[in-house]
Structures are given as C-alpha cells and as structure tokens.
C-alpha cells in the first residue's frame, strides 16, 4: 500500500449528501478480477452520458478538476454497498484524500487499506472547504497527516482528528495482514481455550 | 458482578485476541461467507504472498450476484459474469473451501444459506465481502460486511484488526397491526434516524414486537441495518431461534446441542448496560410503508405524499430530494398510491425467504397480475424453491401470472441478467433504491412483500390493506 503523508491538490466540490459505493463505482464494474483499472469508470453514471460522451457540468469533467486529487463531499459518503471497488476507483483516478461530514463505517475502513485518507470535518469547516474548493484550479488544498491538519488556499488551518492506528498504517504503508501473522502464537492460543470451551465451533 | 455488558460488548469481549494500539484490537472470526465479486482480489492476495487460508473449514463459499435465474443448466452467457463465478470455483478449490456449486439445490444467496444451512449460530463473529452480512445478527452473532481487504485479511490469519463500535438500542414496543411487517418496521426506523443515524455504532434490537417476529422477519430487519448506517444488527436469541437453529446441517448436533444452547441463553444485554443511543417506536402505530426517493432514507407510510425539496431544512438534503425526484420522474403532493409501477421484485436477501413468499402467495391468490405490470419472483435459495413448490406456491403465483424464477441475487442489484430499463418503475421488496441499483435509469420503490404483491395486482403503490 502506498504511504500517504503530506498532500497539496486541487480539490473538487461535491456538496451532494449520501453520496454511496452505487454512484462512486456503477455495479457493471464490479464484475473486474483485478483492482486496478476502475478510475476511468468512477461515478460512471453521473460523469458519462448514454453514448459515452461526457456530461459537460459534471465536476471531474471540467477543466480544472480533471486532476483533482482530493474530494470535498456532502454528508454520509460511501454509504451502501462494501465494494471496496469504491476506494480503488477512486485512487485509480488520483484522488487520495476524502473530506466530508461523515463517511459511512465500510467505506472508512477499505480508504485506509488503500493509502486513502478519509478526514472528517465539523459542518462549518466543510462549508469553507467547499467554498475553497469552488474556486478551482487556483485553490489547492494542502493536508499534512503527521500534524493532522488541512491548509487551505487562503492560508486558514483546520485541524482534524484521527486514531492512532489507522495513522500509523498509512504513514508508514504498513502490511496489517503481516502485522497480524506476527501474533500467531496469540491467534493459535485463542483457538485452542475455544475449541474446550465451544466444541461446536 | 462486573459492570453491565450489552449483547455486543459480551461478544466482542468472547472475542478479542490481542490488543494492537490504543483502539485496535484483533478480533477472531469465527465464520467467513464468501461470494464471487468481492473475493477474487484476495485470493489474488494471497497468491502473491504465498499465504494459506488459515481456516478452510470455517470459511464457505457460494456464487450469487452474477447468477442468472433463468435456464441456468445451460450456464453463464456474460463472459465477465462467467470469469468472476469461475474463478471464484477454482479458488475454493485451489484453497480447499467448501462451496455449493451454481446447480446445487443448496445454493442461494450467500446471506440466505448461512442460516439456512446452520452455519450461522448465536454468539459467533460473522463476516462476508458483502455489506448485507448484517443479516445473520438476527441469531445474536455479530456480524458485518467487509471489504475485500480484509477479506484477505480474514482468510489468512481468520482475525480481523477491528475498532469498537458504540451501542445503540432501537426498541420496538406494541403489536404489529396486520398487513404491517418487519420489513415496514426497517423503513420506519429509517426514516427516523436517517441513512447515516446508525453509523459508528452497532443495533441491537428489543422490545415486545421484536420477540414477537419469526427469524425470517428478524432476518429482514437486521439486513435493513446496514441501510441506517450501522455496521451490524443484533437480536438477543430466544426459543424462536434455537427452534429454528435445531437439526439444520452444519448446526450442533445432539450433546453439543444442549451445550451450546446453555451458553446461547446467556447471550442477552444484562440489565443496567450502557447504551450510548437509544432509540423507541411504537410498532402498534405503523402503517405499511414505500420509499419515494433514491435513499432508504426516503421512506413514508403508504398514505403520504410525495415530499417538497422545501420540506427539508437542511441544504443537502434539499438539493439531494430535487435530484431524487428527477431522477425517479415524481412531483411533489402527490399521493405515493397513485404512483404507477411497471414491474415488481420479490426476493432478495432482505425478502427471499419461505415467509415472505408465503405473505405473497396470500395477498395474490386467485387475484391477477395487472397486465401492465412485468412481475418476478426469484426464491433466495435452491432450498426455498423446492419448499415453496412443495406448498403449492407456485402454481399460485403462476396462475396470478407471475415469473416464478430460480434462486439468486436477481433484480436486487442487475449484475446478472435481470435488471430494469431506463425509465422503468419497480416496487421492490431489496433494500436499496439508489439510481442505476436496479438497473441504470431504473426507478425503485423499496416495499414489502404484502405490499409488493398488492402493486402487482393493483398497477400502482397500494396500501395492502385496503385490499380485499
Ligand atoms: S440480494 Fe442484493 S443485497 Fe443481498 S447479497 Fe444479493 S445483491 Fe447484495
């Protein structure tokens, strides 16, 4: 997984609520095998019109936003489905930072196993942020995870909260699967008390 | 005495392995259900690293998503659909997982089997690629979707690195008035705390009018809880749920059965415990219940109107109603019963069961579909089919002119060949109504059983109880 520490981007606006793993990757692209490849399909069905062609007003579409690499989201992103194609599209396109109000408990998770940082932000600081965001390609945001804090165009910082271990992982890119092999001992122990005390297990 | 525990802290606390930093805990898995669109990247996973899975024998596997209903002797058609289900095959086999193959009478739905089968027991840890696994709460095991991440994660250390959740308590009190269900009681708790009034925390439902559903009906309200943003959903387990566990293959056999019922019995929230939300309803007060928009959270008693973008006080959800109502092609004031349908869905994980066919088979014998209406019925597994046509059900539904259809995820999601047209207006008894969720340009209105069977009849929303 690749580390995430500082990032200064152009941010993309997208102020709609309850924005789900549905819109963020349409299901005819979760029939993939592999995890790369998703970004020219994320928000399929909102970016591309029936032919193929682009829908012009979209926010990805425009100019100043085709390399947006951080989204600035309503309420309640990534609620729905598990998929974790959702964070893979997402990072296929570029974008390795989400900021809203909330995100939904899956969607938090799968962001952290992919080097994606999901900042959660009081609804004040979102406005601004939005508002930041609007003003396109000459208003980068800046995140610096290790000081957990978001710099915008203006200079303004905004400071947000994050827990201990899903900082770690992505500052240092870390291997959860290895980390876990690591307590085998600790894993075979458990199983060993379980299989006397719920032999139907 | 310690200090109170509620049902989850005592089966997270039965579970926890070690204890990484802080808020991370390793927690063991106790059952892993996989299916075909959120594994292939973990076994890839594996591969690569040259990992095992650490417990084939707690790990079972079933093809769903991609599953056509129809004529299925003669296989897959879709290419994509065929790799994804072929491959999920020579994984199983490749890591030595037990799985029921595409023409097994005992396949399914992958959330509709684990009960079915009895690999889903009280007091267990449960996870699945698929955010729908909160179903199988409905046992008292706490279980969760994941993502294919931590698929991985699972099948090589059978453990998951997990923070706790908080406890929330959604208490249903009263009787259920007749022709209103578990699958009403899920909308309306979602309409009142809205998609993300769960998130952060896991359910636990009590109250008289809970005791009081079979384990299908429990099955479908844990389902929905996913859909108010929580995790997970649990229901202490009583009679009902050891009656229902009893004699089913992978369940405990005689000697350990009584063993484990003893310890199931103590899986319950002790008096006093610390919820951080509680949350209370009056089931005796519900009416059946439809969505209007493209939210779960959009849902209204049968006998409203379609709402304003200037009812919501809120900015967001203001401008989320208007796209809502262009998108599903309504204007506001409008009565939801006069909201015609063109098709109608039954089955899914949250509705595929043996119960909710039978409330369809009641509401629709002897009656026929509208001619304008295109309706399906897709059993949720082998095993419900061949129950359902040993009770006769079919021939009801047939002769009402319905689609009497072979087990899968179907229309819930259109990853197979069932899906609507753009344009096209549902009422469906799945769990989602967002845009494209049943096909791109697809309209849905989320329903119950009852009242899907009264649309199919009628041609538009219908209170199932106006019906004769
Ligand atoms: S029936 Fe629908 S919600 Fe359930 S597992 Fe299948 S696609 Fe997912």
Redesign the pocket.
């Known amino acids: 997984m690749e580390k995430f520490n500082k990032l200064t981007a152009v941010a993309a606006p997208m102020p709609l609520v309850n924005i789900d793993t549905d819109m963020i990757i349409p299901k005819q692209y979760l029939k993939t095998i592999q995890r790369k490849g998703l970004g020219k399909n994320l928000f399929a069905e909102m970016r591309y019109n029936d032919d193929g062609t682009e829908v012009e007003d979209f926010v990805l579409n425009q100019p100043a936003y085709r390399n947006a690499e951080i989204l600035v989201a309503g309420d309640n992103f990534g609620c729905g489905?598990s998929r974790e194609h959702a964070p893979w599209a997402l990072l296929d396109f570029g974008v390795r930072c989400v900021i809203s109000t909330s995100f939904a408990d899956i969607f938090h998770n799968n962001c952290f196993r992919n080097g994606i940082l999901p900042i959660e932000v009081s609804p004040e600081d979102l406005s601004k942020l939005m508002e930041d965001a609007e003003r396109g390609a000459n208003a980068t945001i800046s995140i610096d995870l290790e000081a957990q804090e978001i710099r915008g165009p203006d200079g303004g910082v905004i400071h947000f909260e994050i827990d201990h271990f899903n900082k770690h992982c992505l500052l240092t890119g870390l291997d959860e699967i290895g980390l876990t092999m690591k307590k085998e001992d600790k894993v075979a122990e458990y199983e060993e008390t379980r299989k006397m005390q719920q032999p139907w297990l | 005495m310690g200090t109170p525990r509620t049902l989850y802290d005592k089966i997270w606390d039965s579970h926890v392995v070690d204890q990484l930093e802080d808020e991370a805990y390793i927690l063991y898995i106790d059952r892993h259900l996989v299916?075909e669109v959120t594994s292939p990247q973990a076994f890839e996973g594996l591969r690569v690293a040259g990992r095992k899975v650490r417990r084939p024998d707690a790990t079972f596997a079933v093809a769903?998503?991609n599953v056509p209903t129809k004529d299925i002797e003669k296989g897959i058609t879709d290419p994509e659909s065929k790799l994804q289900v072929d491959t999920l095959e020579a994984n199983t086999a490749e890591f030595g997982i037990p799985y029921f193959s595409m023409t097994d009478d005992r396949r399914g739905?992958?959330?509709i089997i684990g009960p079915e089968q009895g690999l889903t027991l009280p007091g267990m840890t449960i996870v699945c690629g698929?955010?729908?696994t909160s179903t199988h709460g409905a046992f008292g095991s706490l279980a969760h979707g994941i993502g294919t991440s931590e698929v991985e994660h699972v099948l090589a250390t059978q453990t998951l690195v997990q923070e706790k959740a908080k406890n929330m308590r959604v208490t249903v009190s009263g009787d259920l008035p007749p022709g209103v269900t578990a699958k009403d009681i899920a909308l309306a708790i979602i309409g009142k705390i809205g998609t993300a009034g769960g998130t952060g925390h896991v359910i636990e439902y009590a109250g008289d009018a809970i005791r009081a559903l079979s384990m299908e009906g429990r099955m479908t309200l844990c389902?929905m809880t996913i859909e108010a943003g929580a995790r997970a959903g649990l229901i202490a387990p009583d009679e009902t749920t050891f009656e229902y566990i009893k004699g089913r293959p992978y369940a405990p056999k005689a000697g350990t059965y009584e063993q484990a019922v003893a310890y199931w019995k103590t899986l319950n929230s002790d008096e006093g415990a610390y919820f951080d939300t509680e949350v209370e309803l009056d089931a005796s007060e519900l009416i059946p219940y439809v969505t209007w928009g493209t939210s779960p959270e959009d849902a209204l008693p049968i006998t409203g109107s379609v709402p304003a973008p200037s009812d919501f006080a809120d900015e967001g959800k203001r401008g989320a109603a208007e796209r809502a109502l262009k998108y599903m092609g309504l204007t506001a004031g409008m009565k939801l019963s006069d909201i015609e349908v063109d098709h109608v869905f039954i089955?899914?994980?949250?509705n595929?069961r043996i119960e909710d066919l039978r409330a369809v088979a009641k509401i629709v014998e002897g009656k026929k579909v509208k001619d304008t209406v295109n309706a399906i019925i897709v059993p949720?597994s082998g095993l419900v089919k061949i129950q359902a046509e040993d009770e006769g059900l079919d021939k009801i539904f047939e002769a009402a002119g319905f689609e009497w259809r072979q087990p899968?995820?179907?229309m819930?999601?259109a990853?197979n060949p069932d899906k609507l047209a753009p344009g096209d207006r549902c009422a469906s008894t799945?769990?989602?109504n967002f845009e494209g969720r049943q096909g791109q340009g697809g309209r849905t209105h989320l329903v119950s059983p009852a009242m899907a069977a009264a649309a199919a009849v009628t041609g538009h929303l219908t209170d199932v109880r106006d019906l004769g």
């Not at chain 2, 089955?347 to 949250?350: A, D, E, I, V």
């Open positions: 489905s | 299916h769903d998503h739905i992958v959330h698929d955010s729908h389902n089955g899914s994980c949250t595929g949720g899968g995820c179907s819930c999601l990853m799945s769990n989602r």
